[in-house]
């Protein structure tokens, strides 16, 4: 069944980067997959659609600071030179045949 | 600029019925797929419903499947979603969200609180 997991949280200090992992389901490494940021007490932000190979392409605005990558079954986004407004919520999500599923998301605290 | 606005959110007792809906613009309605997604209190996000781009497609998770009807007016430039025999666990707020075609959301609205309760 495919399904995404995520890590619950994650930090890093103003200024580092970070890596999130999303993991696909066995059977399903060649998925491609979209990344989301959430602010606190707003709707989701569409960031990047990631491609297998590590192609991808970014929604309207998002800076060059955030990028994605791929490994297998595990997508990546890095964020780099990390600001304190990117303290969010970040949710993967995938999709089969009109069917969407959405990882458990990883909340992202930057110290 | 793309915009999609949710409204008909609100109370209702167990049992009861809403209907939500997403006003689109800033792009060619009928030239994308929609769909409905959901966050209940303090949870992650759960994808409810999509329909195709013509509107003759639909598709509904298990624990919607039989209650809720998602819907399209493309002379109104508008997104549905009928919520009928609504229980607790559907308390929630409901984004209704752009796709392509049935692949990654590009565009979500800013959603609207379903609360059932008694």
């Known amino acids: 069944q495919l399904a995404l997991t995520q890590s619950p949280s994650a930090s890093a200090s103003l200024g580092a980067s970070v890596k999130l992992t999303c993991t696909l389901s066995s059977g399903h490494s060649n998925y491609a997959i979209a990344w989301h940021q959430q602010l606190p007490e707003k709707g989701p932000r569409f960031l990047m659609y990631?491609?297998?190979?590590?192609?991808?392409n970014k929604g309207d605005g998002i800076p060059d600071r955030f990028s994605g990558s791929s490994s297998g079954a595990e997508r990546y986004l890095t964020i780099s030179s990390l600001q304190s407004e990117d303290e969010a919520d970040y949710f993967c999500?995938?999709?089969?045949?009109?069917?969407?599923?959405f990882g458990g998301g990883t909340k992202l605290t930057v110290l | 600029e793309v915009q999609l606005l949710e409204s008909g959110g609100g109370l209702v007792q167990p049992g009861g019925s809403l209907r939500l809906s997403c006003a689109a613009s800033g792009f060619t309605f009928s030239s994308n797929a929609m769909s409905w997604v959901r966050q209940a209190p303090g949870k992650g996000l759960e994808w409810v419903s999509a329909i195709s781009r013509s509107g003759y497609s639909t598709y509904y998770a298990e624990s919607v499947k039989g209650r809720f009807t998602i819907s399209r007016d493309i002379s109104k430039n508008t997104l549905y979603l009928q919520m009928d025999s609504l229980r607790a666990d559907d308390t929630a707020v409901y984004y209704c969200?752009?796709?392509?075609?049935?692949?990654?959301?590009?565009?979500w609205g800013q959603g609207t609180l379903v609360t059932v309760s008694s």
């Open positions: 999500q995938t999709w089969i045949t009109g069917i969407q599923v």
């Open positions: 990631l491609n297998s190979d590590g192609s991808h």
């Open positions: 969200g752009r796709s392509p075609d049935f692949d990654w959301l590009d565009y």
